[in-house]
């Protein structure tokens, strides 16, 4: 009965290399996020996306490609990772529209070596 | 732009004591003010959040507290107990969905 989860939990790659994290959620939200949380634990958007369309993107490298399949699912692939990726991702979800709680996933903490 | 500041960065009190977290906001349209708390290795998760038309709301030993004027906003924990310890994260938003966070708060609760 997991909210919002994401796969994987942990992932270590090497530098260059292209990885996928992927986020579904079950609670029926129209808007899904995804956010980089870094080493100062400083918590900051990077897309949101309502009912599959792009809402929101803020300055990320355009290695970033968000794709949503349908509003219950949210992925993030990385192309050619670099040792500033490394951080926590948290997938969050929402009903559309302002002051609604987010809830977040379990995060992904991704390491590039 | 837009930007949450969050002080203190670190807060340590003992068991019983009252905390205090203060955020301040810089986008005058801000108008829904979130509290998250993120437990070591944990995910953040709402505790309590307030919006503009109200000054003050209270959920058993959490309050915060809203000076739209000044533009900042408050966290009060009171009766402080070990398993509040984790780090605190104030934030807000405008018309949109879009949440700006604070850097941070790492409350410790010593016993």
């Known amino acids: 009965d997991t909210a919002v989860s994401q796969t994987p939990k942990y992932l270590v790659t090497q530098m260059g ?13 129209d808007t899904m996020y995804w956010y980089k949380q870094d080493s100062k634990k400083f918590l900051k958007i990077m897309f949101s996306y309502n009912n599959k369309e792009l809402i929101i993107n803020e300055t990320v490298p355009n290695r970033f490609s968000p794709k949503s399949p ?27 529209g302002q002051g609604n709680e987010q809830f977040f996933g379990p995060g992904t903490r991704l390491t590039v070596l | 732009g837009e930007n949450v500041e969050q002080h ?8 019983g004591d009252s905390a205090v977290i203060k955020c301040t906001y810089s986008d ?3 108008n829904y003010f979130p509290w998250y708390k993120q437990e070591l290795g944990k995910r953040p998760q709402l505790i309590i959040d307030i919006r503009s038309n109200v000054g003050e709301k209270k959920d ?20 402080t107990q070990p398993e509040d ?11 949109t969905d879009k949440l700006i966070f604070g850097t941070g708060t790492r409350l410790q609760v010593f016993p």
């Open chain 1, 70 to 96: 349908d509003k219950a699912h949210l992925n993030l692939h990385i192309n050619s990772l670099e040792l500033g990726d490394s951080a926590v991702y948290f997938c969050a979800s929402s009903q559309w």
């Open chain 2, 85 to 95: 310890s984790a780090v605190y994260f104030c934030a807000a938003s405008g018309d």
């Open chain 1, 17 to 29: 290399n292209d990885k996928s994290i992927k986020c579904e959620q079950n609670l029926g939200h």
């Open chain 2, 28 to 30: 005058s349209a801000s």
């Open chain 2, 8 to 15: 203190p960065s670190t807060l340590s009190v003992q068991e």
């Open chain 2, 60 to 79: 058993q030993r959490i309050a915060v507290t809203l000076n739209k004027t000044a533009k900042h906003f408050s966290l009060h924990i009171t009766e």
